[in-house]
C-alpha cells in the first residue's frame, strides 16, 4: 500500500532524500568503530553532538560557547557557519556540519559523549469532539474552560496564523510562565508562540501543521465545510488553550526537529504534540528525538507522538519509548454517505467525498475488467456512458489521473473498491470532481461476482450527504502501526487509539488545490493532536499531575467497545489486538475522572532503563550523575508501574506488580475484575483496595499462566478492572509468548 503521507500534500517531504541508516554511533573515547558515511571521509554532512552539561547555571551564550569548543573552526571551507543548532533543553549539545575526519576528531575532546548522524524523519476535524463526547457549553469540557491556561506546543511544518481556527475569542491570555515569542500573520490569546527553526515566517506551505494545531487547540467556527460537506461548527479537542508553533518548514530533519523541541521546552509549554516518526526503531538511548522527549517529560511536559503509518504490519510501531503516549489512529462516526444501488435489488453502502446534487436516477451498465482491475482505460470507449468498477493501489499519482481521465472519457461513474490491505477501512480521497464512490474491498468483491454473473449488471449510484452516527465506529483504520515495539516489547504500545481517518480541520488558504478553509486528511499524524488536546483538558483541570498520571487518566478510561456495543474492530472487522489500539479509544471526559492513577517518576524510568539498555544508557538517557544503576530499583521491562500490563505466557504463575494512587474521592474502595479466556488463570492480590486519602497508594501484585496454549498462540488478551461506585479503572493484560527472546518483528496475527 502507498504510504498515507502521499495522499496528503506532503508528498515533498517524503521525497527529500533519506540519509544513510544512522547504524553509526560514537562512544567517547572509543572512535575506532567508525563506519563509512557519504562517499567518503571528506564528505560533510549534520551530526547531532551530545555533551556533558558546562554547568548547571550555564546561560545560553556560555553553552553556545562551550559548544562552538568542540569545532575545528566556525565556518566550513565554503564559509558556511558550522554550528547549526545549539540545545540547551533536550540535553546539551548542538547539530553541526563536519566531515567523517573532523568527527573523529571532535569525538575525542573531553565532554564529548555520543554522536549521531542527522536523519530525514516523517510526518505522519469536526465531528470529532462530539464523537469524543464532548459538548459545547456543558459537562467537562465547559467546566475544565475547554483547555484554558494550557500551551501546547506542536513541532510541525507551520500555521496559517490568519485561519479562523486561529481566532481568540474567549480565549484568556497566556500564562506569567510563558517566555516564548510569536511571529506570525496573528498572534493572539490563541496563538502564543510561532518560532521559524529554518528561517524565514512561520507560514505553513503545507497544510499539515495548520491542520494539527487546529485539531488539538482549534477555536470554534460556524459553518466549517469542504469539497461538498459542510459539518456545521468545528472546534478541536481543547478550543480555550493555547497554541505554540515550532515551524520545521520542508525540512524534516531530526535536528531541526529538536531544535523544536529545545525551544518548545524552553518556553514552558505544557503538551508537546509531534506528528513526526522515524523511519525505523531504534534503542532509546541511539534515538536523539526519545533523549529529547525524556528530558521534557522530566520537565512536567506530557508528550504526544503519532504511532506510524506502517500498519497494518505487526511490529511496525514508532514513538515506542514509555515516556511517550502513543497514539493510533481510529474512524469516526461520519460518512459522506454514498451507495451503489444494483438493480437486483441490493444496495451497497459507500463514501463520497464529492457529493452530486443531483445524481442522474438512470441505471447504468457496470463495467469491470481484470485489465482495468486498477482503474486503466487510457483511450477505451467501451466505457461511455457506464459505471467502472475498480480497485485503488498503492500508486495514487498515477491512479488519480487515470480515474479522472475515465470520467473524462465520459463514464458515468466509477466505484472505487479498497484493497484486500484496507478492507473496511477507506481513505477518503477529494481529488475527483464527481462521480467516485468508494466502498470497502469485500464489497468491491460482491460487485465483481455481480458484474461476472449477471449478463446485464445495472446499477445507479446515490448520495446521502453527511450521516452522523454511523456504525461501527471507531473502527481502526488500516494503516496505524502496530505493536510490539522491536526495542521494549515489554510495555504495550501504541498506548491509545484516537480518530485519524478522515479528520476535517483547518487548512491554509494560501494552498494550490486548497479545498478552503477546511480540508480532510487521513494518518496517525491527525490522531496523536486529538490526545494532545485531551491532555490540555486534562492539565487545565488538574495542574499538579504528571504527565504519566495524565497519560494513565487517558488510558484506563478509555473504551474497549465500539458504538455498537462490540468489541473495537480492526481494519478486516475482525477483533483489534491490543497491539493497535492500546488500552483502548479515548474518552475525555472519563478521562477527567480516572479514580486511579498509575503513576511514575523520573527514578522508574531511570531503572526500566538501567534493566533494558545499561548504564552507559542511563548517562546517555538521563544525565544525572547522581544516579547510578548500582543505586537504583532494579526494573525490568514488564514491572515498569505502566497502566497496561505485559506478561510471558508461561504454565506456571508469572507475577508482576502494579501500585496505584488514588486521585478520586478520599474514602474509596475498589474490587478487582478479571475478563480472561479459560486458558488463563489470572489471579490479582489483594482482590480490593481500599482507599482512605487522596494521594494514596496501594500496591498490588497480578499473577497469569496460560494452559495449552504455547505454541499456538503469538499472544492472548485479557483485561483488569479496578470497579469502585463511581469509577472503572481498566488495564489490558497481554500474555505474549517469546517474550523478549526473539525479537517480534513482523508478526501476523
Ligand atoms: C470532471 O472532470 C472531467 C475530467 O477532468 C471533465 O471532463 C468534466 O467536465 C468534469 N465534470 C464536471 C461536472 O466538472
Ligand atoms: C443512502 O440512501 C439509499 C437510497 O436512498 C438508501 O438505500 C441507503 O440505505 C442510505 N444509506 C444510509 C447509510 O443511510
Ligand atoms: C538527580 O538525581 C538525584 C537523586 O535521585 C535527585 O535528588 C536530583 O534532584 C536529580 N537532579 C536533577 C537535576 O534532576
Not at 484493497?419 to 477518503?428: A, F, H, M, V
Amino acid at each position: 500500500m502507498a504510504s498515507l503521507i502521499s495522499l496528503s500534500l506532503l508528498v515533498i517531504l517524503l521525497l527529500t532524500t533519506l540519509s544513510p541508516t544512522p547504524t553509526l554511533c560514537y562512544d567517547n573515547p572509543a572512535v575506532a568503530r567508525v563506519q563509512q558515511v557519504g562517499t567518503g571521509t571528506s564528505v560533510q554532512r549534520t551530526y547531532i553532538i551530545l555533551v556533558e552539561s558546562p554547568g548547571t547555571n550555564a546561560d545560553e551564550g556560555e553553552h553556545r560557547r562551550w559548544h562552538e569548543s568542540f569545532l575545528p573552526s566556525l565556518h566550513t571551507a565554503s564559509g558556511d557557519p558550522r554550528l547549526l543548532h545549539s540545545y540547551t533543553e533536550v540535553f546539551s549539545g548542538f547539530a553541526a556540519m563536519l566531515t567523517h575526519t573532523e568527527l573523529e576528531v571532535v569525538a575525542t575532546k573531553s565532554g564529548f559523549v555520543r554522536a549521531f548522524p542527522d536523519e530525514t524523519m516523517t510526518l505522519m476535524t469536526t465531528r470529532t469532539p462530539e464523537f469524543l463526547g464532548l459538548r459545547k457549553g456543558s459537562g467537562f469540557w465547559s467546566d475544565a474552560g475547554y483547555g484554558k491556561g494550557v500551551i501546547i506546543g506542536l513541532v510541525d511544518t507551520g500555521i496559517d496564523a490568519t485561519h479562523p481556527s486561529f481566532d481568540d475569542h474567549g480565549v484568556s491570555p497566556p500564562p506569567a510562565r510563558w517566555k516564548g515569542s510569536c511571529k506570525a500573520a496573528r498572534c493572539n490569546n490563541k496563538l502564543i508562540g510561532a518560532k521559524s527553526l529554518v528561517g524565514g515566517d512561520c507560514r505553513d506551505d503545507f497544510g499539515h501543521g495548520t491542520h494539527t494545531s487546529a485539531t488539538a487547540a482549534g477555536n470554534f467556527v460556524t459553518g466549517a465545510s469542504a469539497y461538498d460537506v459542510r459539518v456545521g461548527i468545528a472546534a478541536g479537542i481543547a478550543p480555550g488553550a493555547h497554541i505554540a508553533m515550532y515551524k520545521m518548514g520542508d525540512s524534516t530533519d531530526m535536528s531541526v526537529v529538536l531544535a523544536g523541541l529545545d525551544a518548545a521546552i524552553k518556553d514552558g509549554v505544557d503538551v508537546i504534540s509531534l506528528s513526526l516518526g522515524m523511519d525505523k526503531s531504534y534503542k532509546f538511548d541511539l534515538n536523539p528525538i526519545a533523549i529529547g522527549a525524556f528530558s521534557a517529560v522530566s520537565k512536567g511536559i506530557i508528550v504526544v507522538c503519532s504511532a506510524g503509518n506502517k500498519g497494518p504490519e505487526m511490529g511496525s510501531v514508532e514513538n515506542d519509548a514509555p515516556w511517550f503516549l502513543t497514539v493510533g489512529a481510529g474512524s469516526v462516526d461520519r460518512s459522506f454517505g454514498a451507495g451503489v444501488h444494483l438493480t437486483n435489488g441490493r444496495h451497497i453502502d459507500g463514501d463520497a467525498l464529492n457529493q452530486v446534487g443531483k445524481f442522474d436516477s438512470k441505471p447504468h451498465p457496470l463495467l469491470y475488467t481484470d485489465e482495468g482491475r486498477y482503474c486503466e482505460y487510457k483511450d477505451d470507449h467501451t466505457i461511455t456512458g457506464k459505471i467502472v468498477v475498480c480497485e485503488i493501489n498503492d500508486d495514487i499519482d498515477t491512479q488519480e489521473p487515470s480515474i479522472i481521465d475515465i470520467i473524462g472519457a465520459g463514464a458515468a461513474g466509477v466505484v472505487l473498491a479498497n484493497d484486500k490491505t484496507s478492507g473496511y477501512s477507506t481513505i477518503l480521497r477529494g481529488e475527483y470532481n464527481s462521480s467516485v464512490v468508494q466502498v470497502s474491498a469485500a464489497d468491491g468483491g460482491v460487485l465483481k461476482a455481480y458484474v461476472e454473473s449477471a449478463s446485464s449488471s445495472m446499477a445507479t449510484l446515490t448520495y446521502n450527504n453527511t450521516l452522523l452516527g454511523v456504525g461501527p465506529a471507531p473502527v481502526l483504520a488500516w494503516f496505524s502501526s502496530r505493536g510490539p515495539s522491536s526495542i521494549s516489547p515489554g510495555v504495550l504500545k501504541p498506548d491509545i487509539l484516537a480518530p485519524g481517518l478522515n479528520i476535517l480541520a483547518a487548512w491554509p488558504k494560501n494552498l494550490i488545490n486548497a479545498p478552503g478553509p477546511f480540508e480532510i486528511q487521513s494518518g496517525t499524524s491527525m490522531a496523536s493532536p486529538h490526545v494532545s488536546g485531551v491532555a490540555a483538558l486534562i492539565k487545565s483541570s488538574h495542574p499538579d499531575w504528571s504527565p504519566a498520571a495524565i497519560k494513565s487518566a487517558i488510558m484506563t478510561t478509555s473504551d474497549a467497545h465500539d458504538n455498537t456495543g462490540g468489541p473495537i474492530m480492526d481494519e478486516q472487522h475482525r477483533r483489534a489486538p491490543a497491539y493497535a489500539t492500546g488500552a483502548g479509544h479515548v474518552n475525555p471526559t472519563q478521562a477527567n475522572d480516572p479514580g486511579l492513577v498509575f503513576d511514575l517518576g523520573v527514578a522508574d524510568y531511570a531503572g526500566y532503563i538501567c534493566e533494558l539498555l545499561g548504564d552507559h544508557a542511563l548517562s546517555v538517557i538521563v544525565r544525572n550523575s547522581s544516579m547510578t544503576c548500582k543505586n537504583l530499583p532494579k526494573i525490568s521491562e514488564v514491572q515498569l508501574n505502566y497502566p497496561t500490563i505485559t506478561v510471558p505466557m508461561k504454565p506456571t504463575p508469572f507475577a508482576v506488580s502494579r501500585t496505584v494512587t488514588n486521585v478520586g474521592p478520599a474514602e474509596s474502595a475498589y474490587k478487582a475484575k478479571v475478563d480472561a479466556p479459560k486458558s488463563l488463570t489470572v489471579r490479582i492480590s489483594p482482590e480490593t483496595l481500599i482507599f482512605s486519602k487522596v494521594g494514596e497508594k496501594k500496591t498490588f501484585s497480578v499473577s497469569v499462566s496460560s494452559h495449552g496454549m504455547e505454541g499456538h498462540k503469538r499472544f492472548v488478551e485479557a483485561s483488569l478492572r479496578w470497579v469502585s461506585e463511581k469509577h472503572i479503572v481498566r488495564s489490558p493484560i497481554v500474555v505474549v509468548a517469546n517474550l523478549g527472546r526473539s525479537p517480534p518483528k513482523h508478526w501476523t496475527v
